[in-house]
């Protein structure tokens, strides 16, 4: 059965990805609106009402804009944390509510999440590892800088789905003021280009078959250019084998392809 997931969007409008072992279907955040999310899932062949359950990383609309709407007439367990609940303001049925803790592994119909905390401002950002038949899948989205907790987290997965959210030339040079500039690159906003070359140069463990970048910045990044500089790193890489990694995209207007373990 193994293990398989498609990001149904990605970007600052919209992030959510389903996570799936052909049988039971996990959505990790719904960030995209109820009804888009539910018109991406049918692209992928999958009637919403067959999601078994949500997993959120943390409040922010583009996170959890969808998961109650979505939520509303399934009989589903909703997984977050405590934090992330009350700082999202959503109502959320307290039966559907799993609550969750940053370090500590739950079940999820088979899958094992582990939720790990990542510096971001918010009440409680979480990544999480999820494990299925030995399969280890990565998710690392809304970050300002990889801290040793992440890139312990990402060691040994087959699979990583990791934010290349702007390039900073473009950051500082485009349009957004310059308080939210400031956000973006603070240690608590979001990672660039440069942190994800500097971790394919440095510390990525060669391990994944695919890296997918996502939450690629409309205003601040392109993605001809998240993908060079990481291709950049990787291939300036020696001494060690990753020649089997491939580097992806995610995209916020489109399904990415289905990757399966
Ligand atoms: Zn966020
Ligand atoms: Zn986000």
């Known amino acids: 059965m193994g293990l398989s997931f ?58 959890c804009r969808g998961v109650g709407p979505f ?45 790990f905390s990542v510096p971001h401002d918010s009440a409680d950002p979480l990544g999480f590892v999820i494990e299925k038949d030995e399969i280890k899948l990565g998710i690392a989205l809304d970050l300002g800088y990889l801290s040793n907790l992440v890139l312990e987290r990402l060691k040994g997965c087959d699979g990583i789905i990791l934010e290349s959210n702007h390039d900073v030339r473009m950051l500082k040079v485009g349009p957004y003021p310059w ?16 942190s994800v070359a500097q971790f394919l140069g440095n510390d990525f463990d060669g ?5 997918v970048l ?11 250019l998240a993908l060079l500089s990481a291709q950049r790193a990787l291939e300036e890489r020696s001494g060690l084998q990753i020649g089997g990694t491939k580097l992806e995209l995610a995209y916020q207007d489109k399904i990415s392809r289905a990757y399966r373990y």
């Open 179 to 194: 308080a939210l500039k400031q956000r973006v690159l603070s240690r608590r906003g979001h990672l660039s280009n440069d």
């Open 214 to 224: 996502a939450h690629l910045s409309q205003k601040n990044n392109l993605p001809e």
């Open 71 to 115: 939520a509303k007439d399934l009989e589903i367990p909703v997984f977050m944390t405590d934090a992330t609940l009350s700082g999202s303001g959503m109502i959320l049925d307290s039966r559907k509510h799993q609550r969750i803790q940053s370090g500590e592994s739950f079940d999820v119909y088979g899958f094992l999440f582990t939720g």
């Open 6 to 63: 498609i990001v149904l969007g990605s970007g600052s409008s919209g992030n959510a990805t389903l996570v799936s072992d052909g049988e039971t279907h996990i959505l990790v955040d719904v960030g995209l609106s109820g009804r888009e999310t539910a018109k991406r899932l049918r692209e992928c062949g999958i009637e919403p009402e067959r999601i078994s359950a949500i997993v959120v990383s943390h409040e922010h609309g583009d996170h």
């Open 207 to 211: 391990q994944a078959a695919h890296i």
